[in-house]
């Protein structure tokens, strides 16, 4: 696993070793191991940004007599707010990380899953298939990775390596914290006609992450998912976790775009202030 330190990756590291494998976790700092080793888990030093951190886990890896039976990717940051405002350097630190950091790990690890019949387990989210209003460049990297499953999917499985996608929608993690923490410093340095055009965004986007993340799934419930993606015998291609990402990614194949922007776009006006969402009353009755 790429990223265990907290939430969802450490319980699945967890489910993983109650279930018999023996779990590489990858952690960023050795205090984020502590609690993995008592349940059972070696945790593993790695920032999936570093060359040096991706060639030791190879090392680890290729050392170790047991087959390789799944890579999970899984690592990734938050990156909410408007296209024009998100600083291109942002685009390119959670592109980074959501998307290259997890190519070079397969790249770096797809022999190992070829000796061992294994597979890969991509986990992107809902947002990897319905975007929306603030959500951009976390999205778009999201997005991006569902593309590299689907091409990777059919690279592979001449070789006998599966990949497989989990499509997350709201878990109970830390991640939601952190990114409103960077969302406030993205709004810290807005000039005044990006807030004259998307205050009332900002304004709304934590008001609508608190509650996705409240309405979500505990991590205990999404580790028990992406440890069912990993060892099910013949894997779906895709799995959703949570009723809102089943609905949204499931209602998105059949309805026009018009549409969809029109729920995604009436979910979020309920977290605007109320004084937009009453002119926005009146234009829709007019």
């Known amino acids: ?7 969802m990756g450490a319980a699945t590291a967890r489910e993983l070793a109650r279930r ?6 990858g952690v960023r700092r050795d205090s984020d191991g502590d609690a993995l080793r ?12 570093n060359p ?22 899984n690592a990734g940051i938050p990156g909410a707010g408007p296209v024009e405002v998100m600083p291109l350097d942002e685009w390119r630190r959670i592109f980074e990380v959501n998307v290259f950091g997890h190519v070079a790990v397969i790249q770096a690890l797809v022999p ?25 460049p976390y999205a778009a990297s999201k997005f991006a990775m ?7 999917r059919n690279e592979l499985a001449p070789h006998g390596v599966q990949v497989v996608v989990v499509e997350p929608g709201g878990v109970k993690t830390e991640m939601s914290r952190v990114g409103l923490a960077a969302l406030g410093r993205l709004g810290d340095g807005m000039t005044p006609e990006h807030n004259a055009r998307y205050g009332d965004l900002m304004q709304a986007i934590p008001s609508h992450v608190a509650a996705f993340t409240k309405a979500g799934v505990t991590s205990d419930v999404a580790a028990k998912k992406i440890a069912k993606a990993v060892t099910d015998r013949r894997p779906r291609i895709r799995y959703t976790i949570g009723v809102t990402a089943a609905f949204l990614i499931g209602v998105s194949r059949f309805v026009s775009d018009r549409m969809l922007d029109r729920m995604t776009t009436s979910d979020l006006r309920k977290h605007y202030p109320a004084k937009t969402r009453r ?3 009146a234009a829709d009755a007019a």
């Open 38 to 49: 008592a349940a059972g888990v070696e945790p593993v030093i790695v920032d999936i940004t």
């Open 112 to 136: 190992a899953l070829l000796r061992g019949k294994g597979r890969v387990v991509n986990i992107t989210s809902l947002n990897g298939k319905v975007s929306m209003a603030g959500y951009g």
């Open 52 to 73: 040096d951190h991706i060639a030791a886990l190879t090392t680890r890896v290729e050392r170790d007599a047991r087959p390789l039976r799944a890579v999970v990717n």
């Open 146 to 152: 569902e593309a590299v499953s689907d091409a990777l």
């Open 20 to 25: 018999g494998f023996h779990v590489l976790a």
């Open 1 to 7: 696993m790429t990223g265990a330190s907290t939430g």
């Open 279 to 281: 002119r926005a009353t």
